[in-house]
C-alpha cells in the first residue's frame, strides 16, 4: 500500500493501512497503527501510536442497529490525533481539531474546525459538535446530542439519552448545548435538557430541566444561582 | 502457533498468539491483538483491533494478593470483544455478551449470556454480572460486586467497595443490586449496599442505604422519591 | 538497538525502541509497547503490552504551550506499568509504583515511591503526587495539582484548575491534598481547593471550599459532617 503514500509523509512501524484508504501530504502516523478500510487522511494531519482508525460499527441482538449514512471515516487538514484512540467510519473530524490520547468517538459524528476533545473522552454516535469547543478529559458525550459553537464541557461531565433507561420504547435525545454555555466539571445532564445561549452549569450539579440563556445553575437537582 | 487455528478463522496483522491458546471456528481477531497463554476463544468470536486478553494480575507490594481460581480467560461462542479491551484471566465472558472499545475487565470476573459492557467501563475483580444486563459507557463496577439479571447501570456510574478507604482492615464489600434494578447516569454507590428488585436510583443520586424492591431514590444522600 | 538491552531484560514481540532509550537489568517489556526516544527505564521494571511511553506534548492552537523541564521520561527501578498506558516525557515515575492498565500521565508529573495509580486513571501536567498514594480507578487528576503522602483518591473523583472555564484569564490551580487526606467515591473537587491532613470527603460530595485538617466534609456543596 505504500504507494498510496506521499512522498511528504511518514509513516511508522508496523502501521497497516487498509485499502482504499487515502493520506494527504505531511501527514504523520505513529507505530502499530491501524487505519482500515476508506478513512480519508488530510494533510498536515498527525496521528499518534497504536490507534485504530474507521472502525465499522458492530453490536450485539440486544443494541440498536445503525444505518451508516456514509462508509468513509474523514480527517482534514491539520487535525492531531493521539494515541491508542478509536475513530469510527462515517464520522469527520474538522480541521484543526485535537482528539487526545484514549479518547473514542462513533460513527455519524461531525466535529467542527478547533475543537478539542479530552483525554479519555467518548463521543457517542449521531452526535454534533461545533467549532471552537472544549471537551475536557473523561467528559462523556451520549448519543444524539447537539452541541454548538464555542462550548466549554469541564471534565467527567456525564450526559444520558434514555429517560427510561431501557425499559420502554423511546426516541432516544441527548442533551442540546446552545453556543457559549459552559458545564461544570462531574456534573449530570439528563436526556433531552437543553443549556441555553451562555448558560453556565455549576461543577456537581445535576440538571433535570432546560436551563435559560445566561442562567447559571447549581446544586441536585440544578437551581438558578441565587446572588 | 498458525496450526492451532482453524481454516474457518481469519487472524489480523501482527496478532500474537502465545501458547496453550486455543481458537475456535469462524473467528475473527484485529490486527495488533495479543492473546496471552492459555485463553480459550469459542466459536463465532469476533475481537478488535490493539487488545490484550488473558492478562495475568499484578500489583506492588500495597496491594492485595489474589489467589486465582482458574488460570484460563475463557470467551464463549459469539461473543464480541471491541478495540484496545483489556480482559484478565480467570475470567469468564458468556455467549453473544459485547464488550465495547476501552474497556478493561479483571480477574475472576464472570459475565453472563447477552450482557454488553460499554466503551471504556471497568470492571474490577471477583465480580459477578447475570445475563441482558446493559453496563453503559465509562461505568465503574467496582471489585466484590454482584449484579443479577436485566439491570441497567448508567453511563458513568461509580462504586466503591473499601468504607474505611485504606484505613482499617476491612472486607471488601461491593454493591449488591437485584434483578431488574436501573441505576441513573453519575450515581454514586457506597460500599456493600444493596439495590432490591426493579428498584430505581436517580441520576446523580448518591446512595448509602439500601434500596427496597420497586422503590425509587434520588438525590444526595438518596431518599425515596415522594410522588 | 539491541545491543542496549541488557541480556537479564526480555523484550516483547514488535516492540519499538527508539534512539537513545536506556533500559537496566531485568526488565521486561510486552509485545508491541513503544518506548519513544529518551525514556529511562530501570532496572526490574515491568511494562504490559500496547503502551506508549514517553510522548511529547502536543495541542492545536488554542490549548496552551508548556515549556518542558526535560526531555526524558524517568522510570525508576522496580516500578510496574500496565497495558495500554501511556505516558509523556519529562515525567518521572518513582520506584514501586504501579501504574495501572489504561491509565494515561502527562508531562511534568512526578510520582514518587510506592505509589499505586489506578485502571484508567489520568494524570494531567505539572501535578505532584507523594509516597504511598492510592490514586483509584477512572480518578481524574488535574494539572497544577498537589498531592502528598499517603493520599487516598477514591474511583471516579473529579477534580478542575478552571475557576472560569476558559472565559478569563486564569492562572489554572488544582487543589491541594494534605498528607493522609482520603477522598471519597465520585467527589468533585473546585479550582485551588485545599484538603487539609488527614481530612476526609465523603463519596459523592462537592467541595467548593477549603476543609480544614481531620475534617469530614459530606454533601452538595460539601458542609461539615455534624456528629
Known amino acids: 500500500m505504500k504507494n498510496q503514500i506521499p512522498k511528504s509523509s511518514s ?6 493501512i487498509e485499502e482504499g ?36 460499527p458492530g453490536g450485539n441482538k440486544r ?5 451508516e449514512k456514509n462508509e468513509s471515516l474523514i480527517i482534514q487538514d491539520y487535525a492531531t490525533i493521539g494515541n491508542l484512540v478509536t ?10 481539531v485535537f482528539i487526545a490520547d484514549h479518547a473514542s468517538i462513533r460513527e455519524n459524528v461531525q466535529i467542527e474546525e478547533g475543537t478539542v476533545v479530552g ?22 458525550i451520549t448519543g444524539d446530542t447537539v452541541i454548538e459553537d464555542d462550548v466549554f464541557i469541564g471534565p467527567c461531565v456525564s450526559m444520558s439519552n434514555d429517560k427510561y433507561m431501557g425499559a420502554k420504547e423511546y426516541e432516544l435525545k441527548g ?5 457559549g454555555a459552559k458545564i461544570g466539571n462531574n456534573a449530570t445532564l439528563l436526556p433531552g435538557v ?9 461543577a456537581g450539579s445535576v440538571v433535570t430541566k432546560d436551563v435559560r440563556n445566561n442562567e447559571v445553575v447549581v446544586g441536585v437537582s440544578a437551581k438558578k444561582l441565587q446572588k
Open 87 to 96: 475513530i469510527y467510519s462515517s464520522t469527520e473530524i474538522g480541521k484543526h
Open 175 to 179: 442533551p442540546i448545548i446552545k453556543e
Open 21 to 56: 484508504v487515502r493520506i494527504g501530504e505531511n501527514v504523520k502516523i505513529g507505530d502499530n497503527t491501524v487505519v482500515l478500510k476508506h478513512t480519508h487522511v488530510g494533510d498536515h494531519v498527525t496521528i499518534g501510536c497504536n490507534c485504530v482508525l474507521g472502525i465499522k
Open 119 to 140: 483525554r479519555g473522552s467518548i463521543i457517542e454516535l449521531n452526535t454534533k459538535i461545533g467549532k471552537r469547543c472544549t471537551i475536557q478529559t473523561l467528559a462523556y
Open 194 to 202: 437543553m443549556i441555553g445561549e451562555k448558560g453556565i452549569v455549576g
Open 63 to 67: 443494541m440498536r442497529n445503525i444505518q
Open 11 to 16: 509513516i511508522g512501524k508496523n502501521v497497516i
